[in-house]
């Protein structure tokens, strides 16, 4: 088996480490390596090009022209069982339209509302922003998800179980590399604890939501009436639910919460863009508060082109999407990917690739509005993927963003606390599938009318 994977397996010929082609636990541990899994594979990409192999049977492939190759709508790569995805993609976006956004937006108010007046009882205090927009995206979450929120935007306390989400979440993703070593893990007490604590809270609470209707219509409410429809529940079906209740659990609070944190790290090391931010804001509050809509704020080009820049600079999905290449193989700028290969494009390597963008590493808004000649190659930023399989909750993360800016960008102004450091925020920066944030203490001050 060594002897073939090295000298006559069909991805013989990629480079990469050199223990790539024996076992995923090169990869594994990759991702272990201060969980900075998408700064490992940028390097690797600088020293062997577009194509390297990560394992045994995945290439990752840092080609611009490879988002919409192995993405696209017409792309023959896959994720999954394509019947069973599409039926149960309908269902998330009828609960993710928007008429669901209008309902939804009176309660993103009030958790917006929430935060506000704990930042402003902080005035002139350090603060960890990190955690206050993990509560944000928590309760935000907890409210769609299983009809009530944790609470954390009142209390001030992190709640048990966000912090077992992150964690299982942090070790799940290099864990899950590889199947054999999931079902080790799972086995295993002394390993699989947090793991086990995580599935049984997710489990409580479903089976909680699916007894409870909640006053106030929610997401979860479209999933589940999908699940009463079917007049037999196999027990594919309930594992299904869970990993809906699994994927608004990790997407509704994770990837928002992170997106909001680095929007604010970059904003006051960038007070010049702070100031001009404020200035759009202050113009669109003058109108009053009957346009401050999901709609309405999506008409604001700077705070969507700062919102830009933050994922490109921070990916939610650092290290990419992973797909499947068709049985037949599929060419990528010449280069043939043979059959039943995982590859996925390095989400953090390409936005800050110079072939796609000007000073690839710097934070600079008017890239997406006044500048576009700093944007050399705008297909390779895909923030919330494309084709099929592209997020469905896009919208909805949005509307999240751009509630809480505006408000902090309105009745603050904020800088880093003496004790914070750029390179401490940045060198803290995890990937568990999804991008984390380390602490980030920053002071805001509330403004002078």
Known sequence: MVVYRFFFHPLRQFPGPTFAPLSALCAISMSMKKFHMFSEVQKLHKTHGDFIRLGPSEISVASPSAVATIYQNSSPCQKGPWQEHTLRRKVWDRGLNAKAMRDYEPRIEKYTGLLMNQLQ?????????????????????????????????????????????????????????ASWLYLLVKDIPILNRQIVQFLKWLRKHVDQRTKNEPHLPDLFSWLLGAYKEQSVHTKQDDLNLLGDAHLIVVAGSDTTSTTMTCALFELARH???????????????????????????????????????????????????????PPQGLQIDGTFIPGNTIIQTPTYTLNRDERCFVRPNDFIPERWTTQPDLVRDASAFAPFSIG????????????????????????????????????????????GFTLLCPKLEMVFEARVS
Request: hydrophobic share 35%; charged share 20%.
């Open 121 to 177: 009882q902080r005035c002139g205090k350090s603060v960890d922003i990190t955690d206050w927009c993990g509560f944000y995206g928590f309760d935000v979450m907890g409210d769609l998800a299983f009809g009530k929120s944790f609470d954390m935007l009142n209390d001030g306390v992190k709640h048990y179980y966000m912090e077992l989400t992150q964690m299982s979440t942090l070790w799940g993703s290099p864990i899950g590399r």
């Open 271 to 325: 007070p010049q863009v702070y100031q001009k931010l404020q200035n759009e804001v202050d113009e669109f509050m003058k109108q009053g508060d009957s346009t401050h809509s999901h709609s309405a704020l999506a008409k604001l080009k700077y705070l969507q082109a700062i919102i830009d820049e933050t994922m490109r600079l921070y990916p939610a999905i650092p290290s990419g999407l992973q797909r499947i290449t």
């Open 388 to 431: 099929r399989y592209s997020c469905a909750g896009k919208q909805l993360g949005l509307l999240e963003v751009r509630h809480v800016l505006t408000q902090i960008v309105s009745k603050f102004n904020i800088r880093l606390a003496p004790n914070q450091t750029v390179e401490a925020f940045q060198e803290g920066l995890a990937d």
